[in-house]
């Protein structure tokens, strides 16, 4: 017979020395419901047939439970993985400008929807609409929560019981849950799937054009690649279709890249100049890929057609918050000074570190590891974040063999550290790159060795 008598009574616990002190920083019906959790668990382990806790090791059960209750779940994690934009870590760092307006805006009160000359009130867009005109070419832009909401606003304004057409080469699915297949149909606009796998001609596209079709659309395959015999449609000349039949057309482009990646020896993408020069008349992108900005969705082009997004009803409930365009704002103004992006966009200065420089940064931090058998080798890292699929940036990792404990452990000893390190496993070893690291980043990661391994 399992014996439930000797649960201690909530009252009794909240008396406990152990417990008490709690009530300085918690309220005593938050404190008294963590220890009914604590008291169900203990008598399910002795319904079970568990050997019963003492009312000292349940109390300081409750005690951890406490705080882990007070600590941030959400927190800070030093990315060493080398994969420079991970959904899972929260995508880019933010600029220390975007920073900056985000502590100024935020904090207070702002002028988010009012026009400070008039007093009359004003809209939320306006703030950042004229540095996406400038950097961009577009005529107008509008600002969403993520690139999907931009999607689902572009089809729902203008293909809302119509047709969207988009090649079969370009039906892609981004991680997170996101489909373009099943976006588009989400805003009720049917699907309209033109060409093959591998191949769709500007012929495909206009043998689809009936009086029901809405959008003709473009999607960057970001995140895969089709190699071999291939055929796309170039921008321009779907561009040049939409104009000649009155269809809007519009791009998904994804990553938001707004300079020449080149410049520093890296595999390049277009720009969403590139796709705005190309004539289409929307280009939506993500604000916390390749631009390094927060999360939002952008939506560039001809003026007219951003009107009628902004006159979607729908826009309410896609809007962005003062957070999001305060941050985005500071990180755009950065790119009127292109020349200068590589030391102030965090993402940016990632890409476009030199190789030496990521070796020298490899052998400090190993030297901080000697007495773990640091090694320094060559290696890749990747852009993630479903950009530039399989393209690989080279590197220089600090290896870690620990014999002693399973590689898999050490990762898990290391994820659950204050703060966080994630890092990567491949080849028996633990690999830290220092690509991703941000300044003060290497030191927190010897302190988080240290403890993992004490
Ligand atoms: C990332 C991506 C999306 C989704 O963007 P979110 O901002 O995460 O909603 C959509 N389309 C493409 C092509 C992408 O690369």
């Known amino acids: 017979m399992s014996d439930l008598r000797g649960l201690p009574a909530i009252g009794t616990l909240l008396e406990h020395a152990a417990i008490k002190p709690l009530r300085a920083s918690l309220d005593v019906g938050q404190l008294a419901y963590v220890l009914r959790e604590e008291v169900a668990a203990e008598r399910a382990r002795r319904l079970a047939g568990e050997a019963p806790l003492d009312v000292d090791a349940l109390a300081a059960k409750a005690v951890a439970r406490v705080h882990e209750l007070l600590r941030p779940r959400l927190r800070r994690v030093v ?70 909401a931009a999607i689902l606003l572009i089809t729902d304004t203008f293909a809302r019981g119509r047709e969207v057409v988009v090649s079969r080469g370009q039906l892609v699915e981004i991680g997170g849950s996101f489909r373009l297949p099943e976006v588009l149909e989400a805003s009720g606009a049917r699907l309209v799937e033109v060409g093959t796998t591998n191949k769709t001609y500007l012929s495909d596209y206009e043998r689809a054009i009936r009086p029901e079709t809405g959008v003709l659309m473009l999607s960057h395959t970001s995140n895969f690649r089709i190699v071999g015999f291939t055929h796309e449609v170039d921008r321009r000349e779907l561009a040049a279709l939409g104009r000649q039949t009155g269809v809007v057309t519009a791009e998904d482009l994804g990553s938001g890249l707004l300079v020449d990646l080149s410049q520093w020896q890296v595999p390049t993408e277009p720009t969403v100049q590139d796709s705005v020069a190309a004539g289409l008349d929307l280009v939506a992108v993500s604000g916390d890929k390749l631009m390094g900005g927060p999360q939002c969705g952008i939506v560039v082009g001809r003026r007219d057609l951003v009107e009628r997004l902004k006159a979607n009803p729908m826009l309410r409930a896609l809007r962005p918050d003062k957070l999001a365009l305060a941050a985005l704002e500071g990180t755009l103004r950065l790119y009127l000074d292109p020349a200068s ?72 000893r290391l994820r659950t550290c204050e703060p966080a390190v994630v890092a990567r496993i491949a080849n028996d070893r633990l690999l830290l790159d220092p690509r991703t690291m941000l300044a003060d980043d290497p030191a927190l990661v010897v302190e988080a060795l240290r403890k993992a391994l004490a």
Not at 397 to 410: C, K, T
Request: with cysteine; aromatic share 2%; proline share 5%.
């Open 79 to 148: 990315n060493a993985t080398g994969v420079v934009i991970n959904t899972n870590l929260g995508r880019s760092p933010l600029a220390p400008e975007a920073l900056e307006r985000l502590l100024d805006v935020a904090g207070g009160y702002s002028n988010l929807e009012m026009d400070l000359t008039s007093g009359q009130r004003g809209s939320r867009y306006v703030h950042v609409e004229e540095l996406l005109i400038r950097l961009t070419g577009a005529e107008a832009a509008v600002v969403v929560n993520n690139c999907a």
């Open 341 to 412: 992006v590589a030391e102030r966009v965090p993402i940016m200065g990632m890409l476009a570190r030199d190789v030496d420089d990521l070796k020298l940064a490899a052998t400090l931090l190993a030297g901080h590891l000697q007495h773990l058998d640091a090694e320094v080798v060559p290696g890749f890292s990747a852009v993630g974040g479903g950009t530039l699929p399989g393209v690989e940036l080279p590197t220089w990792l600090v290896a870690l063999r620990v014999p002693e404990i399973g590689l898999d452990e050490l990762a898990r």
